[in-house]
């Protein structure tokens, strides 16, 4: 059975710091891993995508990483601000149907 | 240009009775994905429509049905509600269906319709 496991659940930090979230996948075959922002009430927006090939993305302050070897990826949050406050949600997409795994998301509380 | 957009935003509903969610695509795409994220976990696929055809289904029960119009705006319907049933339900609109092209056919969600079953 495809999952998604992210960790941790749920994180609090001080504005200005970094943090880093993970997600472990056991999708096969794989096709390529999405992470997402999703604040409360609102629809998932993108912040990067990496296929097999890639092992680093970053998007602004975000930086994603991927070991496909381990099926591990991290996305690394830069220099919080309190907009960052949010669910993160990994995704893997299975080659083939591409049908989406998503995680249950780690919660992200940024404060002043 | 407008985003995907979902209506109704919120709906109550009793038990047994018979929902049905709209989305309307961003211009020019063609496909479009149903979630249904419960309150607390990572959204569940439920559907994928490409070009008015089905090309994906999640393992949800037959009580959920969707369609893709012409103008490829969609429906989700959900019969013989339960109180399970009660989530935040998202569309998702892409250019191409999901296995169609590469993997950066990328997906862009609408805010979602809150569904309450009473």
């Known amino acids: 059975k495809n999952q998604v496991e992210q960790s941790p659940q749920s994180l609090i930090i001080l504005e200005g710091k970094n943090c880093t979230l993970q997600?472990?996948?056991?999708?096969?075959?794989?096709?390529?891993l999405r992470w997402y922002k999703q604040d409360t009430g609102r629809g998932p927006v993108s912040l990067t995508i990496?296929?097999?090939?890639?092992n680093t993305k970053s998007n602004g302050r975000y930086t994603a990483t991927l070991d496909a070897d381990t099926k591990q990826s991290s996305l690394h949050i830069t220099a919080s601000q309190l907009s960052d406050s949010a669910s993160y949600i990994c995704?893997?997409?299975?080659?083939?149907?591409?049908?989406?795994?998503f995680g249950r998301g780690t919660s992200l509380i940024v404060h002043p | 240009d407008a985003g995907v957009t979902q209506s109704p935003t919120h709906l109550i509903k009793t038990r047994g009775q018979h929902v049905t969610l709209r989305c309307s695509p961003i211009?020019?795409?063609?496909?479009v994905s149903w979630y249904q994220q419960v309150l607390g976990q990572g959204p569940q696929f439920i559907f994928q429509?490409?070009?008015?055809?089905?090309?994906g289904r999640g393992n949800f029960p037959d009580r959920f049905s969707a369609r893709q119009f012409p103008n490829y705006s969609s429906e989700l319907n959900v019969n013989a509600l339960l109180l399970g049933d009660s989530a935040l339900y998202l569309c998702?609109?892409?250019?191409?269906?999901?296995?169609?092209?590469?993997?950066?056919?990328?997906?862009?969600f609408g805010p979602g319709t809150r569904l309450t079953v009473l």
């Open positions: 429509y490409y070009e008015k055809e089905e090309r």
């Open positions: 995704v893997v997409s299975a080659g083939g149907s591409y049908i989406p795994t």
């Open positions: 211009s020019g795409h063609k496909s």
């Open positions: 990496m296929t097999f090939s890639e």
């Open positions: 997600c472990n996948y056991t999708v096969s075959p794989f096709s390529n």
């Open positions: 998702a609109s892409s250019f191409s269906g999901l296995a169609e092209t590469s993997s950066y056919n990328e997906q862009f």
